[in-house]
């Protein structure tokens, strides 16, 4: 399997549920990425991973907590979600020109996965 | 903090029309992205421009850079059905924690026979 993978697809979870989505990437990427893209607003950057170490936390609410195991892949654990936390997930992942800190890369996404929070 | 804007946010054309996308941001940024989402699927990188006055084409789409102005466009030469899709822009921005990516809104596409 080639590129940016995210699993499940689709997910619908109630408010006191806990449920994680999962990324992986096959290029050899040293950065990931979670993004989130709600109805009618740009795409938000929520979480960055620069060699498995968390660089930017784009104040994030408590009830989504990342994790990266190793530069191949990325979780998003969530738990006691808001209905306003309905939306598309995206994951990517890029090639850092240098070493941590340094310039990225193009950013691949993988498909996202659609939550619906009920 | 760095703004990404770009117009027109909805865009309907004709097929065999030019149309140009505006993006315009606010802060010196060396590198900039054109994305391509269709309906219900992921990001897909179109180009990449990486100084001022770069230009890229591919097919009936057009990128090009002016750093000095912060503005990008993406010119549609002669359209057809298959380019519908929504169009983002994104800027990058190094900072002491690294780069990272600020999309626009993105401009919804709809090319009618």
């Known amino acids: 399997e080639t590129g940016v993978t995210q699993t499940p697809r689709h997910l619908v979870m109630g408010m006191t549920n806990k449920k994680s989505l999962k990324c992986e990437q096959h290029?050899?990427?040293?950065?990931m990425y979670w993004y989130k893209q709600s109805a009618k607003k740009p795409l938000e950057l929520m979480f960055v991973?620069?060699?498995?170490?968390?660089?930017e936390n784009n104040s994030v609410p408590s009830r989504f907590s990342p994790e990266c195991p190793n530069s191949s892949h990325l979780f998003l654990h969530l738990h006691t979600l808001q209905p306003e936390d309905s939306a598309l997930y995206l994951c990517?992942?890029?090639?850092?020109?240098?070493?941590?800190?340094?310039?990225?890369?193009?950013?691949?996404f993988g498909p996202g996965t659609r939550l619906l929070v009920l | 903090e760095l703004k990404v804007e770009q117009n027109p946010l909805f865009l309907s054309m004709q097929e065999g029309k030019n149309y140009t996308i505006y993006c315009n941001y606010s802060?010196?940024?060396?590198?900039l992205y054109w994305y391509r989402q269709d309906p219900g699927k992921s990001l897909e990188s179109l180009f990449v421009?990486?100084?001022?006055?770069a230009v890229k084409q591919e097919g009936r789409l057009m990128a090009s850079l002016d750093t000095k102005a912060r503005l990008s466009t993406l010119h549609i030469t002669a359209a057809v059905h298959d380019l519908s899709a929504t169009y983002f822009c994104?800027?990058?921005?190094?900072?002491?924690?690294?780069?990272?990516?600020?999309f626009g809104e993105g401009t919804q596409l709809t090319v009618n026979p």
């Open positions: 994104a800027v990058v921005i190094v900072g002491t924690s690294g780069s990272r990516l600020t």
């Open positions: 990517a992942s890029s090639r850092l020109a240098g070493g941590p800190g340094s310039n990225q890369e193009t950013q691949y």
């Open positions: 290029l050899g990427h040293n950065a």
């Open positions: 991973y620069n060699f498995k170490e968390q660089t």
């Open positions: 421009l990486l100084s001022n006055g």
């Open positions: 802060t010196t940024s060396d590198r």
